[in-house]
């Protein structure tokens, strides 16, 4: 039996890093995420500051939560199709396909498979699965499939809840808190069309360490998950993937059983962690790297993702005004600085040669790229701006940029959850 942590011992935790010890992350000293029970602290704080809180027991879900486990969506949308990736192991790593996803060249092979199938269809191979590892049909990325992650977004969501019992049980949603958390949270619109999605899992499939460049509430409706997060300030430290990388937005990082020799800034780290229930959700800010695995076999939740109206790591900097230069500016901000940087540097030498330019320009040597000087002088007048014309700041900050994310074996870190031995699952509720 799994039971709800006293996290906040009666009184509500404010720091942006956390409050109480919770069970460490790969080694990493860990602490609750804040957690609210109303929607008033929500409002009066959590959405104002743009920062991550849970609200347990919400109304955000009316009459599904505990109801919509995808049993029992697949006897009420049985022809409804959903995508689903296929993993070797526990772990699922988002990756965008093909040339498109891959500007910089980087060689790349998906460690996981898709597949698009009807619900019946992904929650009998759930359930399969979970008995044993089945074989995987030739031509597949590994020999075998042993957990599966389904996604039902945009019009596929929006038809399955379109009629019949579905329909019935969305008409329960308390619309005006959603609504007012659009308001609070400053939302722009929903990103990816709809914005909204309806995500399952296998028992412990977890999807690794990324962050988004949008707002999401993630909102619990079936089985438990547990979320774990880092703030946009430990960018430096979660190694992303090159932008022109298929794996942008990921993190490098095996979080539950680093290399700190490949990723030493890792042991600095402070994440935050908390069990979501039925009918709980938490708030999400844009940039704020997350790591999910489902306790429950067969975890439910539903999201929205919405653009915002506030920065985000797609932002342009001159946008920021002075919360660049406030104090921690810098850092809190890095995921838009990082990625302004990369353009600059695609802009004068091409996607190809991204990777080798940044490395030399981390390490401080030329390298004979055509375009390599107009590139070298951008960033060079870019990063004095930001750091206010102090070149040692503006050094060390690129330095940071660069190691170890440009000019190692990306391949491997692509496989490095795939391929470094488990960690056993330590329940934290």
């Given at each position: 039996m799994h039971l709800l942590l006293p996290t906040l011992y009666g009184e509500v935790c404010y720091r942006r890093f956390g409050c109480l010890d919770a069970p460490p992350v790969g080694g990493q000293t860990a602490r609750w995420i804040p957690e609210v029970d109303s929607a008033e602290l929500l409002f009066s704080h959590f959405l104002p500051r743009d920062e991550p809180v849970v609200v347990r027991g919400s109304s955000l879900l009316g009459r599904s939560v505990g109801r919509w486990s995808p049993d029992y969506i697949a006897k009420h949308a049985h022809g409804t199709v959903v995508h689903t990736f296929r993993s070797p192991n526990r772990y699922f790593s988002y990756y965008v396909p093909g040339i498109a996803g891959n500007p910089g060249g980087y060689p790349f092979e998906p460690p996981t498979d898709s597949a698009d199938m009807t619900i019946p269809e992904a929650v009998a191979r759930a359930h399969s699965q979970r008995r044993a590892c089945l074989p995987a049909p030739a031509g597949s990325a590994a020999s075998q499939w042993c957990s599966l992650y389904a996604f039902a977004d945009g019009a596929t969501f929006r038809d399955m809840v379109a009629t019949g019992q579905l329909a019935?049980?969305?008409?329960?949603?308390?619309?005006?808190?959603?609504?007012?958390?659009?308001?609070?949270?400053?939302?722009?619109?929903?990103?990816?069309?709809?914005?909204?999605?309806?995500?399952?899992?296998?028992?412990?499939?977890?999807?690794?360490?990324?962050?988004?460049?949008?707002?999401?509430?993630?909102?619990?409706?079936?089985?438990?998950?547990?979320?774990?997060?880092?703030?946009?300030?430990?960018?430096?430290?979660?190694?992303?993937?090159?932008?022109?990388?298929?794996?942008?937005?990921?993190?490098?990082?095996?979080?539950?059983?680093?290399?700190?020799?490949?990723?030493?800034?890792?042991?600095?780290?402070?994440?935050?962690?908390?069990?979501?229930?039925?009918?709980?959700?938490?708030?999400?800010?844009?940039?704020?790297?997350?790591?999910?695995?489902?306790?429950?076999?067969l975890s439910t939740s539903v999201a929205w993702w919405h653009d915002t109206l506030r920065p985000n790591p797609y932002s342009a900097p001159s946008e920021l005004g002075d919360l660049l230069w406030r104090r921690g500016g810098t850092i809190r901000f890095s995921q838009t600085v990082w990625t302004h940087v990369e353009t600059l540097v695609g802009r004068h030498v091409g996607p190809k040669a991204v990777d080798a330019v940044m490395a030399a320009l981390g390490n401080m040597r030329k390298l004979v790229v055509p375009g390599f000087q107009q590139a070298f002088e951008e960033v060079r007048d870019f990063l004095l701006w930001v750091h206010k014309n102090n070149p040692e700041q503006a050094g060390k900050y690129m330095n940071r940029m660069v190691a170890g994310r440009f000019g190692v074996d990306h391949e491997r870190f692509a496989r490095t959850w795939y391929l470094r031995p488990d960690v056993p699952v330590v329940d934290t509720v």
């Open positions: 019935e049980d969305r008409g329960t949603w308390d619309g005006e808190l959603y609504e007012q958390i659009k308001k609070g949270a400053e939302w722009a619109g929903p990103a990816f069309g709809l914005g909204m999605a309806l995500i399952f899992g296998q028992e412990n499939s977890t999807m690794t360490a990324h962050y988004d460049s949008h707002s999401n509430v993630l909102s619990q409706v079936f089985g438990e998950k547990e979320v774990v997060i880092w703030a946009p300030e430990e960018t430096d430290k979660m190694y992303p993937f090159p932008n022109q990388h298929s794996c942008a937005r990921q993190s490098m990082v095996h979080v539950d059983n680093p290399d700190l020799v490949a990723h030493p800034r890792y042991k600095l780290t402070h994440p935050l962690r908390t069990v979501l229930q039925p009918g709980d959700f938490i708030f999400l800010p844009a940039g704020w790297w997350h790591h999910l695995r489902s306790v429950s076999h």
